[in-house]
């Protein structure tokens, strides 16, 4: 089975900071990775997938790249509507769909 | 607009069983492979179950296998989650999620969530 690690957890930042979120596999997944927000108390947020390519609707700020076993998820300036916890998804080996662990980022 | 609602949601005691619904609407419900994700108290997002738009590919994660049983029925656009032989470990809100293909993820669009409570 593929094991997805994220790091780290938690992530304190300031408004306006540059801020990435590392996902590892534990083999290779070409581009099949996604990543989602999610806040308390609602459903969770497709924000990328294919490794980069953004999904409809999420802000210009919100980027990813990687390939292969290694794989970031960039806020360019952190915003405080952008506290939440980020999940990284593997999806190469449908229908086996692995979550990493999970980044709480919060606003120092 | 696209919208998942679970429904179902209960406390149950350890070794009983529970059946989730799933009810979607706004999109062609027998082209897109629909699951079911869960979150522990404090945990995250865990895989559980996948069935393929036309019914067939039913897949489990290995902490549910045996266990669960999902199904779909595509004249009424909903998916089911039987879930027997429940265990304290079971305790999340349950979430479905509509894949963007026929089978596999990843999941862009998703319901609010139903806890479920396993606990004597």
């Known amino acids: 089975d593929i094991q997805m690690t994220q790091s780290p957890s938690p992530l304190s930042a300031s408004v306006g900071d540059r801020v990435t979120i590392t996902c590892r596999a534990s083999?290779?997944?070409?581009?099949?990775l996604a990543w989602y927000q999610h806040k308390p108390r609602e459903a969770p947020r497709l924000l990328i997938y294919?490794?980069?390519t953004l999904q409809s609707g999420v802000p210009s700020r919100f980027s990813g790249s990687g390939s292969g076993t290694q794989f970031t998820l960039t806020i360019s300036s952190l915003q405080p509507e952008d506290v939440a916890t980020y999940y990284c998804?593997?999806?190469?080996?449908?229908?086996?769909?692995?979550f990493g662990g999970g980044t709480k980022v919060e606003i120092k | 607009e696209e919208q998942l609602v679970e429904s179902g949601g209960n406390l149950v005691h350890p070794g009983g069983s529970l059946r989730l619904s799933c009810a979607a609407s706004?999109?062609?419900?027998?082209?897109?492979?629909i699951n079911w994700v869960r979150q522990a108290p404090g945990k995250g997002l865990e895989w559980v179950s996948s069935?393929?738009?036309?019914?067939?590919?039913?897949y489990y994660a290995d902490s549910v296998k045996g266990r669960f049983t999902i199904s779909r029925d595509n004249s009424q656009n909903t998916v089911s989650l039987q879930m027997n032989s429940l265990r304290v470990e079971d305790t999340a809100v349950y979430f479905c999620?509509?894949?963007?293909?026929?089978?596999?993820?990843?999941?862009?669009?998703w319901g609010q969530g139903i806890l479920i409570t396993v606990s004597s």
């Open positions: 083999q290779g997944i070409h581009n099949y």
């Open positions: 294919a490794a980069s």
């Open positions: 998804q593997a999806y190469s080996r449908a229908p086996a769909l692995t």
């Open positions: 999620a509509k894949g963007v293909a026929m089978i596999g993820g990843p999941f862009d669009s």
């Open positions: 706004g999109f062609t419900f027998r082209k897109y492979a």
């Open positions: 069935i393929g738009g036309g019914g067939d590919s039913p």
